[in-house]
């Protein structure tokens, strides 16, 4: 398998985890991806932060009134932590994913 199929099939991978996320869960995601040092994003981070995070409130009554303790969402991490191992155009692939998707 040459390196390119295998950056496809990592970008595949995650997003299929994405698609089986509920909304909620995807809107966490998107918040974590674009408020995390670890990603290099080409997209105004903070502006798809704003996106997410007032989708977020609107969605998730536990998000609105305390802080969200990540550890409970162990799908989102481990998500992450394959987001982290990527290369900036992979990593830009899964936020227009999960952008456009939400």
Same mark, same amino acid.
């Given at each position: $398998?040459?390196?390119?199929? !295998? +950056?496809?099939d990592?970008?595949?991978?995650?997003i299929?985890?994405?698609? #089986? !996320? #509920?909304? *909620?869960?995807k &809107?966490r995601?998107g918040?974590? !991806?674009?408020?995390?040092?670890?990603?290099? &994003?080409?997209?105004?981070?903070?502006? +798809?932060?704003?996106?997410?995070? *007032?989708? &977020?409130?609107?969605?998730?009554?536990?998000? &609105?009134?305390?802080?969200?303790? $990540?550890?409970?969402?162990?799908? +989102?991490?481990?998500? $992450?932590?394959?987001i982290?191992?990527?290369?900036?155009?992979?990593?830009?692939?899964?936020? !227009?994913y999960l952008y456009n998707? +939400?």
């Open positions: $398998m040459n390196n390119k199929n !295998m +950056i496809d990592k970008v595949k991978n995650v299929s985890i994405i698609k #089986d !996320m #509920d909304l *909620k869960n &809107l995601l918040v974590c !991806m674009s408020s995390s040092t670890y990603t290099n &994003l080409k997209y105004n981070k903070a502006h +798809i932060y704003s996106i997410f995070d *007032k989708k &977020l409130k609107e969605n998730d009554n536990e998000y &609105l009134t305390s802080y969200v303790n $990540m550890r409970k969402y162990p799908t +989102i991490l481990f998500v $992450m932590a394959k982290m191992e990527m290369n900036n155009n992979q990593q830009n692939q899964i936020a !227009m998707n +939400i």
